[in-house]
């Protein structure tokens, strides 16, 4: 049981360019979401999913995509990567929607974007 | 709205000594509410979690946290810190079902463990 996983670990960007973030579990939760973290910031919601198929914003979703095709993964897309979205990205999972459930996070990617 | 807020952005503590982090939410229902340890370069990791009942609840490695509904807080408490405690802790609180239920962190607290 691997449990949250994300690639790739670090990355680096030119503005401009457009990347994927991966993000796979493999417990079979229903909800999925993308936080980023920045220095004094705490993590932010970007996108969230309750559902293969369903996908919804979060608190800061601009210049991100997201799509849920499978229960198990969960890409996040930068269209046109800024030196804003230099960060640290968690991906999260939990069985379901409920609030009585605790999030899993995975190992982060840390994303630079010159 | 929901928020949470943790008013000390870094603590420094001796090993042996008690801890106490602070944690204060915003939240117009019942809340659950949540406590994540960070290490350095990795994910966060859940070290408690209240829903109801008992408002004294316990988590794992030790620590410890209150809800205190009149006082809109949760704090952290350990009676006695390790060196391997040295992390960033993040509190958080669990949102409203029209947010999908998603939970809103604070902007976490460092801690520095002095040997």
């Excluded at chain 1, 608190?59 to 897309?77: H, I, Q």
């Excluded at chain 2, 060196?83 to 960033?88: F, G, I, L, Q």
């Excluded at chain 2, 669990?94 to 239920?101: A, I, V």
Aim: proline share 6%; with cysteine.
């Amino acid at each position: 049981n691997a449990g949250v996983t994300q690639t790739p670990k670090f990355q680096v960007l030119k503005t401009g360019q457009s990347m994927t973030l991966q993000c796979a579990q493999d417990m079979n939760h229903e909800y999925m979401s993308w936080y980023r973290q920045d220095p004094g910031m705490g993590l932010r919601l970007i996108h969230y999913s309750v559902g293969a198929g369903i996908t919804d914003q979060g608190e800061v979703p601009n210049g991100y995509n997201v799509s849920r095709s499978t229960t198990e993964d969960f890409p996040l897309r930068l269209l046109s990567a800024a030196p804003s979205q230099t960060s640290v990205y968690f991906c999260a999972s939990r069985p379901g929607s409920s609030g009585y459930y605790e999030q899993y996070f995975g190992p982060g990617t840390r994303l630079t974007v010159t | 709205a929901q928020s949470v807020t943790q008013p000390d952005i870094h603590i420094t503590v001796s090993e042996g000594a008690s801890l106490e982090l602070r944690c204060n939410y915003s939240y117009g229902a019942t809340p659950y509410l949540f406590w994540y340890v960070q290490s350095p370069g990795q994910g966060l990791q859940l070290l408690l979690k209240y829903f109801s009942g008992d408002t004294l609840v316990q988590g794992i490695k030790g620590f410890e946290a209150e809800f205190k509904r009149s006082q809109s807080s949760f704090n952290l408490r350990k009676p006695s810190v390790h060196w391997s405690d040295a992390a960033e802790y993040f509190c958080a609180v669990r949102g409203p079902s029209n947010t999908g239920n998603q939970f809103y962190f604070g902007t976490g607290t460092s801690l520095t463990v002095i040997p």
